[in-house]
């Protein structure tokens, strides 16, 4: 059975990091792209960052760029989110979401990613 694990999750004051990390297990993801998106409460789950497979090739939303890293490490069959300068809109349930479709370009739509984890919470306090 193929599991995403997301952990890293938690309260941090505005101008905080955290390290969020997607575990996946039941099968290798090492030539799919993964990706982030997070949904905060009544609004839309949003994209967040992708990575490639091979993790060559990042993208990130125009709200988290600058801020955000997403990283993958193959070995591990895991995935990455370093979170920096955390403000109050960052606060939403965080998922991970990978791709079925090998060594395709990383995509923005999460319509386009077959698993996704069961979520993290992350909360920003002022």
């Known amino acids: 059975q193929v599991q995403l694990v997301e952990s890293g999750g938690g309260l941090v004051q505005a101008g905080g990091s955290l390290r969020l990390s997607c575990a996946a297990s039941?099968?290798?993801?090492?030539?799919?792209?993964m990706g982030w998106f997070r949904q905060a409460p009544g609004k839309e789950r949003e994209f967040v960052a992708a990575?490639?497979?091979?993790?060559?090739?990042?993208f990130y939303a125009d709200s988290v760029k600058g801020r955000f890293t997403i990283s993958r490490d193959n070995a591990k069959n895991t995935v990455y989110l370093q979170m920096n300068s955390l403000n109050l809109m960052d606060t939403a349930v965080y998922y991970c979401?990978?791709?079925?479709?090998?060594?395709?370009?990383?995509?923005?739509?999460?319509?386009?990613?077959?698993?996704w984890g069961q979520g993290t919470q992350v909360t920003v306090s002022s």
């Open positions: 979401a990978a791709d079925l479709h090998p060594r395709r370009s990383p995509i923005v739509a999460a319509s386009g990613y077959d698993y």
């Open positions: 039941g099968r290798t993801f090492s030539s799919h792209a």
């Open positions: 990575i490639s497979w091979s993790g060559g090739s990042t």
